[in-house]
């Protein structure tokens, strides 16, 4: 191989990591094809143990409370949307208050649940 070979194949590596650079900025800023659009969103997730955990989510006007195991996910209850009572968006919880209203509305529908 001779100078302009090597010449060559740095050029096309350049560009290569440019293009990946300059893709994964332009997904960055555009959060994704995947994240926009799904009609799916997390209201809120409460940890219970190692790969346990309980999570609501709104589908279309419907607020499903979900189970989560390692290998599960069960529907533990769904409730319109609308009577959930959520002051301040996921992105800002406040502080200890939304644990507490959150174990409370989870202890009342358990408590329906269950009979």
Wanted: aromatic content about 8%.
């Amino acid at each position: 191989m001779g100078f302009w070979d090597y010449l060559q194949a740095i050029i096309v590596i350049a560009a290569v990591i440019a293009a990946a650079f300059y893709i994964t900025r332009l997904v960055a800023k555009t959060g994704g094809a995947l994240s926009k659009g799904t009609g799916i969103r997390l209201i809120a997730s409460q940890p219970l143990g190692k790969d346990k955990s309980v999570a609501i989510v709104e589908i279309a006007g419907t607020a499903y409370i979900l189970g989560c195991g390692g290998q599960r996910v069960e529907l533990i209850d769904k409730i319109p949307a609308s009577e959930l009572k959520i002051d301040a968006p996921p992105s800002a919880p406040s502080g200890g208050s939304f644990s507490v209203s959150f174990r409370e509305e989870l202890a009342k529908r358990l408590r329906k649940f269950g009979g």
